[in-house]
């Protein structure tokens, strides 16, 4: 008669030096999928549009309060435009306002708690990639922070380019989490 095979004791040490036990440490929290990312960014496109429409308001006042003829073209009758058009430098000082507030915004919420409403909504948080088990390292720097609101914009506006690029990535990192060193894990939901 052939034995049994053994079941392994579970007070022995196990016999395979590389195996890993539940209790033998904090557990890696996998890396955030593309499309939970993209889900959480659409989440936070409701709240750049408030942040976009509020700071186009304050940019339009300070106009307004220090050059009275942005007022007078947009409400005189029967012109051309109704809108207002911002050319030469005063068009790239607003965009580059507008970048400042959004990135502020993101910046702030990274550091705050490593998550935006979008990023809680979907159970993902910002964390600094080091060699840390993911989901136990520190929340981002400013410098990671502004380094990924730099980057990751030009990268979304060019087809989804660091989206499509996480899908080739063996550890699911998309291109702006490897210029800023950063990482988006998904973090366990709360009972």
């Known amino acids: 008669m052939s034995a049994a095979p053994k079941k392994p004791d579970s007070t022995s040490p196990s016999s395979n030096p590389t195996e890993t036990t539940l209790d033998s440490g904090p557990q890696a929290l996998p890396v955030a999928p593309p499309l939970r990312r993209i889900a959480a960014l659409v989440y936070d496109i409701f709240l750049l549009a408030a942040i976009s429409l509020a700071y186009a308001a304050t940019f339009f006042m300070i106009q307004v309060f220090t050059d009275g003829s942005a007022a007078t073209q947009i409400l005189t009758e029967g012109q051309e435009t109704t ?51 993911p989901g136990t390292s520190p929340l981002a720097s400013w410098r990671q922070c502004w380094i990924r609101s730099l980057v990751a914009p ?38």
């Open 83 to 133: 809108r207002l058009e911002y050319e030469g430098p005063l068009r790239y000082l607003f965009l580059f306002g507008w970048w400042l507030c959004l990135a502020l915004f993101y910046s702030w919420c990274w550091r705050r708690s490593g998550q935006t409403l979008g990023m809680k909504t979907w159970h993902i948080c910002l964390e600094q990639m080091d060699e840390s088990v």
């Open 154 to 191: 030009p990268l979304l506006l060019c087809a989804g380019l660091s989206y499509c690029y996480c899908l080739f990535n063996r550890d699911g990192h998309c291109l702006h989490d490897i210029w800023s060193r950063t990482r988006i894990v998904v973090l366990p939901k709360e009972k």
